[in-house]
């Protein structure tokens, strides 16, 4: 059985600034707590807990006070920044760059809106932690939208801009752009020109990983995707994996393997989300080379 894991899979750069500015706390000796898990890996978050990382809510975060929190790669809201200056909180900021820049985008986007009457919509999760940052920076106006249904939510006679979480299937936004532009042109209220703007905001590290996806799923038998099951990122790249190849199958770790999904002869590759360690990739191909299937 030949085992492959995917060299491009893994950490994209702002997880992989997050963790690393974690560990530098850490290596200090200092107490540090994180904003919500620093990556959506259960696996790693405990890894990070046993060297002295804590989670905490946002509830636990406005009890806090003189101490040191860390703000992860999906960026916070700007009453988060209010809040840690309220309470003497020093904030260690891990927002991805590609994320804070899109923040700014939004925060001005809304204010150009607003002055229209129009409406600020997001492609995204509700409820998901670069989401709320995003809202954020709108007072909370914002419409989310995940499927074609959310689009109800509009109301086509008046002006839309469109973003999209950085982390969202490219085909899924473009999908939506379609379907709004569509609506738009029924209703016969407004021309697309003048009242539809769609800004493609999804991370190229992660829009890039969709077709080389598609390319190595088809070039193996068997695809083991490796992600936490929090990962929005990781739900959309074995999407991917698994619509071309229908041996594919969605792991955490190497306890969730049935071995029976695989035969001797088998090519396995290995891949993962943003949010997964290779460490983690290369503990399931470590498990699949030490208990190879043998030939009936």
Not at 181 to 201: P, Q
């Amino acid at each position: 059985m030949k085992v492959e894991i995917d060299e491009n899979s893994g950490y994209c750069f702002g997880v992989e600034f997050a963790i690393q500015m974690a560990e530098d706390e850490m290596a200090e000796g200092q107490e540090l707590y994180c904003l919500g898990d620093i990556v959506h890996n259960s696996m790693e978050v405990e890894r990070l807990y046993n060297k002295g990382l804590r989670t905490i809510t946002r509830d636990e975060l406005k009890e806090l006070k003189d101490c040191k929190v860390l703000i992860r790669a999906h960026g916070e809201p700007p009453e988060t920044y209010q809040l840690a200056i309220k309470n003497n909180i020093e904030l260690v900021d891990a927002s991805c760059p590609v994320v804070l820049k899109l923040q700014n985008r939004v925060k001005n986007a809304y204010d150009l809106a607003k002055n229209k009457g129009g409406q600020l919509v997001i492609y995204g999760k509700p409820g998901h932690a670069e989401v709320i940052g995003l809202t954020g920076q709108t007072a909370n106006e914002a419409i989310i939208v995940t499927t074609e249904k959310d689009l109800e939510k509009l109301d086509f006679s008046k002006p839309i801009t469109l973003f999209s979480q950085t982390t969202k299937s490219t085909k899924g936004f473009y999908q939506l752009k379609e379907q709004i532009e569509k609506r738009i042109v029924s209703e016969g209220l407004l021309s697309i020109a003048d009242s539809f703007n769609a800004n493609d905001s999804i991370c190229r590290q992660v829009s890039n990983r969709e077709p080389h996806m598609e390319r190595f799923s088809q070039k193996h038998d068997v695809i083991i995707f490796v992600a936490g099951r929090k990962s929005s990122n990781g739900k959309a790249l074995y999407n991917v994996c698994l619509s071309n190849n229908p041996r594919s199958y969605f792991v955490e770790s190497e306890k969730e393997i049935d071995l029976t999904w695989v035969r001797p002869e088998d090519s396995v590759g290995i891949c993962g989300a943003t949010s997964t360690p290779t460490w983690l990739m290369e503990q399931v191909a470590n498990f699949l080379q030490q208990n190879e299937p043998v030939s009936a």
